[in-house]
């Protein structure tokens, strides 16, 4: 098969192939003795791998990916799917405790009127005080301040947002992308916008865990090929 042959099955220009050749997705491709490029199957098929784990890992890591299994170190490829997998999980168990912590606020009777020190806050939260003042700093807390005594006091807002923010820690978020969600669910508004907004996180989680099922079984039937012709090199 030709460069054009491979590209016209996903709507790829025939230098896309070329591309993706030089790479390292593609498996070494023999030359005519005019130097064109000689695909086979083999090749066709480390092609639908590649864009079946693209949609699943992105495309640097699903790069890296072809590239250890075609230079025959499988296990790497093995650690960076494991990896996907692993953070992918993370990022679940966040959105659940995400998700746990607003209904909780949602539906808990309000514990405490008019607006919470930082003290307080830091005690409800399991924190020290000084934690919550860094998270200030970064953004992450609007607290509202005393106009004769200058001290930070939290109202419900701001205990919901930290409630959240010490959510996304626990889930290993850095502190400038608790301050980026925090901002999106303040520019979202609303309980109902919330919602929502949870709502699309789960359906991304969902997306890409069928993505990371379908690249896998892309890779098997890759594999399977790799070992019937005998084309694998195997780690010593």
Do not use: C, K
């Not at 499988?74 to 607003?102: C, M, P, Q």
């Not at 359906?203 to 070992?227: F, P, W």
């Amino acid at each position: 098969m030709r460069p054009v042959d491979l590209a016209r099955e996903h709507g790829l220009s025939a230098q896309a192939i070329r591309n993706y050749d030089d790479a390292g997705i593609l498996p070494p491709a023999e030359r005519s003795p005019t130097g064109y490029r000689r695909y086979t199957p083999l090749h066709a098929q480390a092609l639908r791998t590649f864009l079946a784990l693209r949609g699943g890992h992105g495309h640097q890591p699903a790069l890296e990916i072809m590239r250890a299994v075609n230079r025959g170190d499988v296990d790497s490829a093995y650690r960076l799917i494991d990896a996907a997998h692993v953070a992918l999980l993370a990022e679940r168990d966040t959105s659940t405790e995400v998700a746990a912590a607003l209904d909780t606020l949602s539906t808990a009777p309000a514990r405490f009127t008019g607006r919470l020190s930082v003290g307080e806050l830091a005690r409800r939260l399991g924190l020290h005080p000084a934690t919550l003042r860094t998270w200030e700093v970064e953004g992450i807390l609007r607290p509202e301040r005393d106009r004769a005594t200058g001290y930070r006091r939290y109202g419900p807002d701001a205990v919901r947002d930290a409630e959240i923010a010490r959510q996304l820690r626990r889930g290993g978020y850095r502190l400038s992308q608790v301050a980026q969600f925090l901002q999106s669910l303040r520019e979202a508004g609303g309980a109902d916008a919330l919602t929502a907004f949870l709502h699309s996180w789960r359906d991304r989680l969902t997306a890409r865990s069928r993505n990371l099922i379908a690249g896998s079984a892309r890779l098997d039937g890759y594999l399977t090929m790799l070992d019937r012709d005998g084309d694998l090199i195997r780690m010593p």
